[in-house]
């Protein structure tokens, strides 16, 4: 049986920093008329380490992505924002990446580019966390 990861949306988080400001055409979360990008993928593309998986070592990554205006990920900017504590599962956050895909931000319903921190929880289905 193929290992479940359970990806919980919470929707995006404020990123600090003077790149999401602004000055740079990107918007921030929380911005009045702002709308986040939304993931479109029909099931999560992040695949558990089996062995973390069978050894029921459970974690969250926190990842810094840049959508830009059409909704594609900018491949060299994402970054981790908060590991783990467990390299296997940063390791499989950022490989899962390449086959997220997005409707892009909107502002007052145009489409924008935006930074912003998405979660990955790697959780067993039956942990209750």
Partial sequence: MRPLLI???VGTLACSGN???SDDGAAMPGEEGFQP???TNPTPPFAYPADLYREGIEGTVILRLFIDETGAIV???TQIAEGSGYLPLDSAALAGVVDL???PAL???VPIA???LQPVHFRQPDSGS
């Fill in 75 to 77: 491949r060299d900017s």
């Fill in 101 to 103: 895909e997005y409707v």
């Fill in 19 to 21: 790149d999401a400001s």
């Fill in 107 to 109: 502002r007052d319903g």
């Fill in 7 to 9: 990806l919980i949306m």
């Fill in 37 to 39: 990008p939304v993931a």
């Fill in 114 to 116: 935006t930074v912003f």
